[in-house]
T-cell receptor, first 110, second 112 residues
């Protein structure tokens, strides 16, 4: 069964600290994996997209990793800011279908 | 310029009414989608349209009907609204390569 699981479900960190969000998937075949950030009351916005051959991709303070062998991805946020408070969603694409994780709710406190 | 737009942003209505949500994308994408996000924040796909043909239809009540007048528009019509229909509905579009989806800002539907 094609599934995308994310952990933790929620996370609270102090401003300036780093954190790592996890995404494990059983989706097959694999085309690409994308991390989205969803601010409260807004639509999801893409942070990174990774294909099978890519292990790491950065977008500012966001760094995503992908291990296609173990079917795991992580999103590392460096030097967190209050504006990083949002839900982060991992989405795996088979090429013609998208499978969504349940998301991680991140709260950054001053 | 907004890539994927939805109207209205908020919709409050009575049970039993019929309502529509509009979606437009100016990205030239071939496929458009409707998602429902419930209170637990999980995004669940409802429909997708590719070149005006329905290619995905999950277990959605037939009270929901997508309507696509052209490739840039995919509207969602809901008949006989129920309390459980209250949610945020997102429209999205994607390029044929399937490298990812672009989402609209969402429509918060509240059924009283």
């Amino acid at each position: 069964k094609n599934q995308v699981e994310q952990s933790p479900q929620s996370l609270i960190i102090l401003e300036g600290k780093n954190c790592t969000l996890q995404c494990n998937y059983t989706v097959s075949p694999f085309s690409n994996l994308r991390w989205y950030k969803q601010d409260t009351g807004r639509g999801p916005v893409s942070l990174t997209i990774m294909t099978f051959s890519e292990n790491t991709k950065s977008n500012g303070r966001y760094t995503a990793t992908l291990d296609a062998d173990t079917k795991q991805s992580s999103l590392h946020i460096t030097a967190s800011q209050l504006s990083d408070s949002a839900s982060y969603i991992c989405v795996v694409n088979t090429g013609n279908q998208f499978y969504f994780g349940t998301g991680t709710s991140l709260t950054v406190i001053p | 310029d907004t890539a994927v737009s939805q109207t209205p942003k908020y919709l409050v209505t009575q049970m039993g009414n019929d309502k529509s949500i509009k979606c437009e994308q100016n990205l030239g994408h071939d496929t458009m989608y409707w998602y429902k996000q419930d209170s637990k924040k999980f995004l669940k796909i409802m429909f997708s349209y590719n070149n005006k043909e329905l290619i995905i239809n999950e277990t959605v009540p037939n009270r929901f009907s997508p309507k696509s007048p052209d490739k840039a528009h995919l509207n969602l019509h809901i008949n006989s609204l129920e309390l459980g229909d209250s949610a945020v509905y997102f429209c999205a579009s994607s390029h044929p390569t399937g490298r990812g989806q672009f989402f609209g800002p969402g429509t918060r539907l509240t059924v009283l």
